[in-house]
């Protein structure tokens, strides 16, 4: 946490005050799949985390789906050490009438294992969004690769579409 803070008479530098810059990560195309459960690294929701330095990592999967049956899990996965804490919201997994459904608001402790185990969440036919609320704490060793992983949480032949604009920013805080 050190990385943020200034003493009385130290001087202010570029490189310091660049660890307050937020970082974000947008998804420019959309990518859809089908019959598949194995995690896969979106190639573009990707951020380079600075070491020593904690973020609240907050965005937006935009999602649709062919119908209610894939459902939708995702994680992260990352390069060095970092610790996670995942906090999202998002339909119930197993939405029955294909359009809509409850919200729910999961919630994982703090993850030092790549990759998190991943938290599912149900899909519709139509566009809806789940909001990611997460915590990183990046290792003063060396800055932290952290990539979003994402598949179907029930396979199905129906796609499941992780649209454009899709989106999660890194707010340093600490």
Request: charge should be negative; aromatic fraction near 4%; glycine fraction near 6%.
């Amino acid at each position: 946490m050190g990385a943020l803070t200034w003493s009385v008479g130290q001087k202010l530098t570029a490189a310091r005050l660049n660890l307050r810059i937020p970082i974000t990560a947008l998804k420019t195309a959309d990518t859809a799949i089908t019959s598949d459960t194995s995690d896969n690294a979106d190639a573009e929701l990707v951020l380079t985390l600075k070491a020593g330095v904690t973020y609240d990592l907050i965005g937006t999967l935009l999602v649709i789906a062919a119908s209610a049956t894939p459902d939708i899990k995702f994680g992260w996965a990352w390069t060095n050490t970092a610790s996670v804490v995942m906090g999202d919201q998002g339909l119930i997994a197993g939405v029955a009438s294909g359009t809509s459904s409850d919200l729910e608001a999961a919630a994982r402790q703090a993850d030092t294992a790549t990759p998190t185990s991943d938290v599912a969440y149900g899909v519709t036919t139509t566009l809806h969004g789940i909001q990611l609320l997460d915590r990183v704490i990046v290792a003063s060793a060396a800055d932290s690769v952290f990539t979003l992983m994402w598949s179907q949480n029930t396979s199905s032949a129906d796609s499941l579409t992780l649209k454009a604009s899709s989106h999660v920013t890194a707010i340093p805080i600490g």
